[in-house]
């Protein structure tokens, strides 16, 4: 039981991280912004991790994201806690992001670019696939039982942690910017370094979110890492405050 519970909770957290990095490195700073540049041998797993394990349709996040930072906390946002609330925000962007996501005229507007390649069309494409699938393995390695659960805690983890940025990081918290959006330096370093929001707003295309001294990135040690192995290469940094 004891050893169930630890092999799960491990489970839990390495796919959380992986996700985590996977949306704050390809999915946001590669596909939405351009920020940097990565290698297929990088991207496909990573396309590989967020289909498995949150079944996220790629041209759906990025058109979404991308209207948010074209109406950020005004009306067009779709998922603003400026104008729903902290609380609805936190506990249903699920909803938010969904009724977004399905407006076809979004995904025209803002990602024409995205989701059009031959994987995304037979594979990466297909959400629910992706997330049976993740669900078949999590349940072969951990047991059915643990590894449903598992794979239950996991996916409301990765769902609770997106609710966070897209409301406490435009409610709550420190800003070196003057925008809507703000700093939560523990969120970020759960996050991949989503957490440094007040900066991401003022310098979107940044690969980097660090900006001021003290804060720290989780990500760009590893796209610095894969830049140094010829994987990556960052297109546009904003610079660093003293
Ligand atoms: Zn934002
Ligand atoms: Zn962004």
Known sequence: MLLHLLYATIAVV?????SAFATSIYLHRALAHRGVYLHPVVALPMRLQ???WTGINTKEWVAVHRKHHRHTD?????????LEGLWRILLGNVYYYT??????????TF???IGNDWLDRHIFGFGLAGVILGIAIFMLILGPVWGGAAFLVQASTYIFLNAVINGANHAIGKQN???TATNLGFIALLTAGEGWHNNHHAYPT?????????????SWPVIKMLTWMRLARPLK???KME
């Open 14 to 18: 390495v796919a959380v991280q992986l």
């Open 50 to 52: 967020l289909w498995l």
């Open 74 to 82: 005004v009306e067009g946002d779709p998922h603003s806690p400026v």
């Open 99 to 108: 009724r977004e996501a399905k407006n076809a005229e979004t995904l025209k």
């Open 111 to 113: 990602a024409p670019d």
């Open 177 to 179: 910017f003057d925008n």
């Open 206 to 218: 940044s690969a980097r979110f660090s900006i001021s001294r003290g804060e720290f990135d989780p």
């Open 237 to 239: 940094l904003a610079p």
